[in-house]
């Protein structure tokens, strides 16, 4: 987000927008190459939102028309950005002439709500830092990108139309251009590449969607970049109340695919299956394995009044984790995690410290009630025959059902315990920081 302008994903945009959404919609196979198709893709673009996106499009062209670049460079910019799925000169215009096109669909799209609109004046990004970083990751990828395209000077022109125009439109069509050629983005460049969207303020789809990423091996970053709850405990609490999916294992599904942009597609699906296998692969009895479920989701998918027991459950959710990482990672190889040294204990005597206080409450008071009594027995089972991190993570979930009250002292206690598993901050934040009762 840079100078006046609000963020675009404050507007509401959750992917590409403006003339980079032109560009990309242009450069699908099978879509039509002559000026009056592509101007009814501006038109449609410029009528999405009620005509709220013409705003961004309209805004686009003329940062572009009121730059002092030359014709060649707007034109290999907008070949590159179309993956030369569009050439305006073809059709006996100039880029310019074509820009000015596009500006008029933006303008009288708007004039139809405003007759008496007019464009305001331009304003172009020209923040030295922002227009430096995009330039940085524009020259470590120009090898690739010299090689992916046939376009002379594309780099040298990529780089005059962020630093001589705009530089939010220059990134963006620096992405396009990316993606148009399926240009290989390193890991780190692309986590480099996102941090610098948030900044202009884009939307994470603007720069994910469509950008060839060479991803790290799942079972080396499934447990990376995720915030808040993971793995078993927080498909659990999916499953409480109000859970809209027409099936139990469509929800395994969603909840296996939800990787998010930042992650490796398959991550959660790994830490989930993780989980899972753990606690499959003891022996934890079918009892315990179905009260922690239950106590968990705080009933919110009854699995016993189903005829369905804990470990019965749990292989389906293997079998849909196993599913979606045969499609999309199928050379996962599950990571062996480092043992957290005396966790366990310490895990132990959190769960010891709150049994007296679970002992008199119940999970589902109205509807087949469980003892919290109950519910702590199958946590200190599962933290000494299973791992003690998802103990913990069920004995957070199950303070939350339970609303029990935490003393300044005992969420510390947890803040140690939450670090020394690696968990993101938000973990207890979103969990039970609200439980705490400060004097």
């Known amino acids: 987000m840079t100078g006046e302008r609000p963020a675009y994903y404050v507007l509401g945009y959750g992917e590409d927008f403006g003339l980079t959404a032109l560009t990309e919609r242009l450069s699908r196979p099978g879509s039509a190459t002559d000026p009056a198709a592509a101007l009814g893709f501006a038109q449609e673009l410029a009528d999405q939102s009620e005509g709220e996106d013409a705003i961004e499009l309209g805004e686009d062209a003329r940062r572009l028309l009121a730059s002092e670049l030359p014709e060649r460079v707007l034109r290999t910019v907008w070949l590159a950005s179309t993956g030369n799925a569009f050439d305006p000169t073809g059709h006996g215009m100039t880029c310019r002439e074509w820009l000015e096109r596009i500006s008029e669909v933006s303008t009288a799209r708007l004039r139809r709500d405003k007759p008496s609109y007019t464009p305001p004046p331009v304003r172009p990004v020209r923040d030295v830092g922002l227009c430096q970083a995009v330039v940085a990751e524009l020259r470590a990828t120009a090898p690739a990108l010299v090689g992916a395209s046939a376009l002379p000077d594309l780099v040298d022109a990529l780089e005059r139309a962020v630093t001589g125009a705009d530089g939010d439109l220059g990134m963006r069509l620096f992405l396009r251009a990316l993606k148009a050629h399926a240009v290989p983005v390193p ?11 948030w900044q202009f303020g884009f939307p994470p789809g603007a720069v994910h969607d469509g950008l060839v990423i060479t991803w790290p091996p799942v079972s080396a970053a499934s447990r990376q970049g995720i915030n808040g709850d993971f793995g078993l ?43 899972t296998r753990r606690v499959l692969d003891t022996g934890l009895s079918d009892d315990a394995i179905t009260v922690l479920w239950l106590a968990a989701t705080d009933r919110g998918y009854n699995i016993d009044r189903f005829g369905i027991g804990g470990r019965e459950w749990l292989e389906q959710v293997v079998e849909v984790c196993e599913e979606h990482l045969t499609e999309v990672a199928p050379a996962y190889v599950p990571a062996a995690r480092p043992p957290a040294t005396g966790a366990g204990d310490e895990v132990l005597r959190e769960i010891r410290c709150m049994s007296p206080l679970a002992a008199g409450t119940v999970v589902s008071p109205e509807f087949h009630p469980i003892e919290g009594t109950t519910v702590m027995e199958a946590l200190e089972q599962v933290t000494t025959q299973v791992d003690p991190d998802l103990g913990f993570r069920l004995l957070l979930r199950t303070v939350e059902v339970l609303q029990l009250p935490l003393t300044e002292e005992q969420y510390m206690r947890y803040e140690a315990l939450a670090g020394r598993f690696h968990y993101d901050e938000d973990h207890l934040h979103f969990s039970v920081n609200h439980l705490v009762q400060r004097t």
């Open 187 to 197: 890991y780190g460049q692309y986590s480099r590449l996102v941090a610098l969207g």
């Open 233 to 275: 405990s927080r498909l659990a609490r999916q499953f409480t109340a109000g859970w809209h999916y027409r099936t139990p294992r469509g929800a395994v599904a969603a909840a296996a695919k939800a990787d998010g942009y930042e992650r490796p597609p398959g991550s959660e699906a790994a830490v989930l299956l993780e989980d």
